[in-house]
């Protein structure tokens, strides 16, 4: 199974952004997915998870309020949708299964800043 995250980039405080996690090799919507972030030399973080038909969710302290994750089966896909970003916010994002991780993939890097 490959995950590929896009979406990052620079945006300024304040700011929104919308990260996609695209799956292929097998179909996700049957698992519990995740968002995790991950800061320069440290260990990453799981920040947003989502049951398998999308009717339960759980958000970081941190992120709460703020960040959405949802889901397009039919596009095996996972989203996180990013607003009132903060500084503390710029990381590199990566998603997963939260049950037996796939190989990692590279993530996203987003990056707030003025």
């Known amino acids: 199974v490959q995950l590929v995250e896009s979406g990052g980039g620079l945006v300024p405080p304040g700011g929104s952004l919308r990260l996609s996690c695209v799956a292929s090799g097998e179909d996700i919507s049957i698992f519990l997915m995740g968002w995790y972030r991950q800061y320069p030399g440290q260990l990453r973080d799981m920040i947003a998870t989502t049951t398998n038909d999308g009717h339960r969710k759980w958000y970081h302290p941190s992120v709460e309020g703020r960040f959405t994750i949802s889901k397009d089966d039919a596009k095996n896909t996972v989203y996180l949708q990013m607003s009132n970003l903060t500084l503390q916010d710029s990381a590199v994002y990566f998603c997963?299964?939260?049950?037996?991780?796939?190989?990692w993939g590279q993530g996203t890097l987003v990056y707030v800043s003025s």
């Open positions: 997963n299964r939260l049950h037996a991780p796939y190989t």
